[in-house]
């Protein structure tokens, strides 16, 4: 059975920077593709980045430069780094993992505004 805890978010100004971290329970952390999607109010749950079992990286256009996504193996941990953060960055975000099958974490806020 896998579980996701994400967890950093918070209330920052435009410019600063979070970092969110998804601790995964469960098997073979290392063959699965880990992803950070995030949900605006009335918005789709879109993809911000994902990194595969061998670490390459994707992005959404929105967040390229800005936004770093990582994983550690040995911790079980995913972790995306965010940069420059503007207010349209505000959302839900949701730590995600895959390999058969999908799996979310509960989600944690990202408020951006000064």
């Known amino acids: 059975q896998v579980q996701l805890a994400d967890s950093g978010g918070g209330w920052v100004q435009p410019g600063g920077s979070l970092r969110l971290s998804c601790l995964f329970s469960?098997?073979?952390?290392?063959?699965?593709?880990m992803g950070w999607y995030r949900q605006a109010p009335g918005k789709q749950r879109d993809l911000v980045a994902e990194?595969?079992?061998?670490?390459?990286?994707t992005y959404a256009d929105s967040v390229k430069g800005r936004f770093t996504i990582s994983r550690d193996n040995t911790k079980k941990t995913a972790y995306l780094q965010m940069n420059s953060l503007k207010p349209e960055d505000t959302a839900f975000y949701y730590c995600?993992?895959?390999?058969?099958?999908?799996?979310w974490g509960q989600g944690t806020q990202v408020t951006v505004s000064s």
């Open positions: 990194i595969n079992s061998g670490g390459s990286t």
């Open positions: 469960g098997k073979i952390f290392n063959m699965y593709t």
């Open positions: 995600h993992a895959r390999i058969r099958a999908d799996y």
